[in-house]
């Protein structure tokens, strides 16, 4: 935004850059008071002159312009630069399904001459001017560290942050995030509410986890119905509740009104807002833990068409108008600016809230598919079954009216009909016995069947193996049963030689006695 080969800039280039678009060439002179006049932030309002006249520093209103004291409902941020103090109801905006406040669009009416400044306008012409001296002539110092002071005071309204000392006679000026020269701004969608006035549905924001809002669902209601008034023809409805970040918990509720004549309605969404925002009843709800009410009501062609037209403040028109073009769902989803790291922060935890809901909600899906998957299942194999059972008892009733046929025809002759089906009957039994049809078919699968499963085994026999701990193992006792053997077969050649030793000498025993008995 600012151009490094200058040490510091000018002050009316400053006030271009404040109030228009980076790509544009600084404006003439003669229209610098216009921008100023025209720029609606730091608490001013956007004027419109009275006729004939060229332009007009006016006054503000009570209700501030971007960046006043103005405390929308609906979106988390003030208006689009205009401001009255009547307003026109649009000040209740989206609630906290968006996250964003309302845009407080209102009219305004002012007249005024040539140069009609009332007495708040050069308070905040001063605010705009020393702003623009901050960053690019401050006079602190007098010296060249004002050119550092300036480049400091650059890097603080980009940051959005700190004070900008520029004269030592003259109050800083306060950086927020809300200048238009802070870069952490970005913009995001958020959805747009589809609920009507007529719903008269209520966001209550609780400062309590949502297992505790569920478990005291009855004494909230009980409790919500006394701030009302205690009215016995109001009864209060809980229409969701939803856990938020940060140990919050959001519960929508709305208000049923039951007339004597026995109809009933609810009570528009803007009344009940209006009732629960008196002073008298708002910090009753706080002491039920009520951090912050909003409507959630949806936004008249009127009013859209309005906000995408005016970009809020601070936003770069080409930013805003490339963000409406990028929309992915322009008929449920609307753009919103995000200032700062409070707002990034803010929607990343509401994002991760709503995946872990998602998720919450997958698994419980997932749960009941595999329930469901068990169930068939089990019908399957019952089903089943009892088709096994109903084939066995058609048997049986066959069986039975078989042997009734048979006794009830006993003694008669065999009719013409009977005679066909016995004809039917062995036709289709030699069909079945032909070597070609049914029966030989069968045989043949019923070879190859064999076949296979021999095949297999064989397979399954050449694909085996034996551990080498195993084989090493088989081998040392095989070993040993050699050695064994061996043994065993010496220990036997012994006694052989003795026991033919034996046998040689009872034979000359023999011989022996046989001659001197001679």
Known sequence: MFSHSRSLISTREVLHLYLSPPPYPPPPPSTLALHIGAFGGFGTTTTSAAPGSTFSFAAPSNTGGLFGATQNKGFGFSGLGTGTTASTGFGTGLGTGLGFGGFNIQPQQQQGGLFGQQAQAPAQSNQLINTASALSAPTLLGDERDAILAKWNQLQAFWGTGKGYFNSNIAPVEFTQENPFCRFKAVGYSCIPGSKDEDGLLVLALNKKEVDVRSQQQQLVESLHKVLGGNQTLTVNVEGVKALPDDQTEVIIYVVERSP??????IPATTLFSYVEQANVKPQLQQLGVVMSVTRTELSPTQLKQLLQNPPAGVDPIIWEQAK?????????????MVGFKELLRRLKIQDQMTKQHQTRVDIISNDISELQKNQATTVAKIAQYKRKLMDLSHR??????????????????????????????????????????????????SQIRMQNHFGAVRSEERYSVDSDLLREIKQHLKQQQEGLSHLISVIKDDMEDIKLIEHGLHDSVHVRGGMLS
């Open 261 to 266: 004549n026995g109809t009933s309605k609810r």
């Open 325 to 337: 073009v990028d929309n992915p769902d322009p008929e449920k989803l609307i753009p919103v600016p």
């Open 397 to 446: 009733v066959l069986q039975v009216l078989i042997k009734q046929e048979i006794q009830r025809k006993i003694g008669y002759a065999i009719q013409v009909d009977e005679e066909h089906l016995r004809v039917q009957l062995d036709t289709i039994q030699s069909e079945l016995n032909a070597p070609t049809q049914f029966k030989g078919r069968l045989n043949e699968l019923m």
